[in-house]
C-alpha cells in the first residue's frame, strides 16, 4: 500500500514511445462517449498532454505491455489512426498495476456517484480496508463504508434511480442501509410521490419496520403500501403533536404550581408557622427545575 502512494521523483521515471499494438488493457471501463470525442479532438489538436502508463514486467513472455491507466487516451490514438502512443513505463506485479489503475480510476470518477461507489467496493474487493480507501479518496471511513454498502446492498432499480438522477445518493445510501427489499421499494415509492425525503426518512423506516414486524405476526393478503405509510405518517406526526401538547400543558401547571410555592415561601410568618408543624421541608425537584430560597426574588428584582 505504501508503496502505491509514494512519489516518484520524475529523474526515476521512464518515458517511451511504446507500439500500440503492444498495449494490452487489462482493466477496461466503459466510458462518456461525448467526454471521449473531446479527448480525440483535444488530442488530434494539441497532442497528448498526459502520458499512459503501462507495465512492461511481462513483455518478454507475452510480447506485451499491460496498461494501468489512460485507456481513453489509447483508443484517441487508435481512432486518430496513430501507431505509437508516449507511456510511462512501470515495472510491477498484476496486483499493483490494478490497485494503480483503481486508484486512478477514484481520482477520474465525479464523485457521489455510483461509478465512485463501484470503484471503491474494487478496491475493497481487491483486500483494501476501509482506512486505506478513505486515504486514497480523500474521504471518512464512514463516507466509504456507506458508498460500498450501496452497491452491495441497492436493488438495481434504486442504483439505476441514482444513476439517472431519480434519487439522491445520499437518499440511496439510506435505503440501502434497509436490508427487507419490501421496505425499500416502499420508500423508493414514497421518495418518488414526494411523500419521503432525507429529512423525514428515519421516520418513514421505522414506521414501515413497525408494520412489517406487526404483518408477521398477524400475516394480511396486501403488501404495505405508500398510501398506508402516508396514513401512518400522518397519525405519528397527530400523535407527536398531541404529546408535545400534553407535555408543555403539564409543565405550565408545574411552573405555575412552583411559582406559587416560591411566592408563599417568601412570607416569613408562614414559614415560621410552617416550622413549628414540621412541614417547611420542600420535596427534591428533579432535573433544572428548584425552589427559591427565602429573600432570592427580592435580591433578583
Known amino acids: 500500500m505504501e508503496a502505491l502512494t509514494n512519489i516518484c521523483p520524475m ?34 489538436s ?27 487516451r489509447l483508443l484517441a490514438h ?8 508516449m507511456a510511462e513505463v512501470v515495472t510491477c506485479t498484476r496486483k499493483e498495476a490494478l490497485l ?14 455510483m461509478d465512485f461507489a463501484r470503484e471503491l467496493k474494487r478496491l475493497h ?9 478513505s486515504k486514497i479518496a480523500c474521504k471518512g471511513e464512514e463516507y466509504i463504508r456507506n ?4 452497491v452491495e446492498q441497492g436493488e438495481e432499480r434504486l442504483i439505476q434511480g441514482v444513476e439517472s438522477g431519480i434519487f439522491p445518493i445520499k437518499f440511496a445510501i439510506q435505503v440501502a442501509s434497509t436490508e427487507d427489499s419490501q421496505i425499500q421499494g416502499v420508500l423508493m415509492d414514497a421518495f418518488a410521490e414526494g411523500l419521503v425525503t432525507t429529512n423525514n426518512f428515519g421516520q418513514a423506516r421505522r414506521i414501515i419496520a413497525a408494520r412489517a414486524k406487526l404483518s ?13 405509510l402516508q396514513a401512518d405518517i400522518a397519525e405519528s406526526t397527530r400523535v407527536k403533536t398531541s404529546f408535545v401538547r400534553e407535555a408543555k400543558s403539564k409543565e405550565n401547571r ?9 411566592t408563599l415561601f417568601q412570607d416569613a410568618a408562614l414559614v415560621e408557622l410552617l416550622a413549628k408543624q414540621k412541614l417547611d421541608k420542600r420535596p427534591a425537584l428533579a432535573g433544572a427545575f428548584r425552589f427559591e430560597q427565602p429573600g432570592e426574588s427580592e435580591v433578583q428584582s
Not at 487508435?78 to 502512443?85: P, S
Not at 474487493?125 to 480507501?133: A, C, P, R, T, V
Open 46 to 72: 494539441v497532442g497528448l498532454m498526459k502520458p499512459i502508463r503501462v507495465n512492461d514486467r511481462f513483455l518478454e513472455t507475452s510480447g506485451h505491455y499491460e496498461l494501468i491507466c489512460g485507456e481513453g
Open 254 to 262: 408545574f411552573m405555575t404550581l412552583l411559582t406559587g410555592v416560591n
Open 125 to 133: 474487493d481487491e483486500g483494501l480496508d476501509y482506512k486505506q480507501i
Open 147 to 150: 458508498y460500498i454498502r450501496l
Open 216 to 228: 408477521k405476526k398477524t400475516p394480511s393478503k396486501s403488501d404495505y403500501t405508500v398510501n398506508q
Open 11 to 44: 529523474a526515476h521515471r521512464r518515458y517511451e514511445e511504446v507500439p500500440i499494438a503492444k498495449v494490452k488493457v487489462i482493466n477496461s471501463r466503459n466510458r462518456d462517449k461525448e467526454q471521449f470525442d473531446m479527448n480525440v479532438e483535444s488530442i488530434e
Open 100 to 113: 494503480q489503475s483503481l486508484i486512478e480510476n477514484i481520482a477520474r470518477t465525479k464523485p457521489e456517484s
Open 78 to 85: 487508435q481512432q486518430l489512426g496513430k501507431t505509437h502512443v
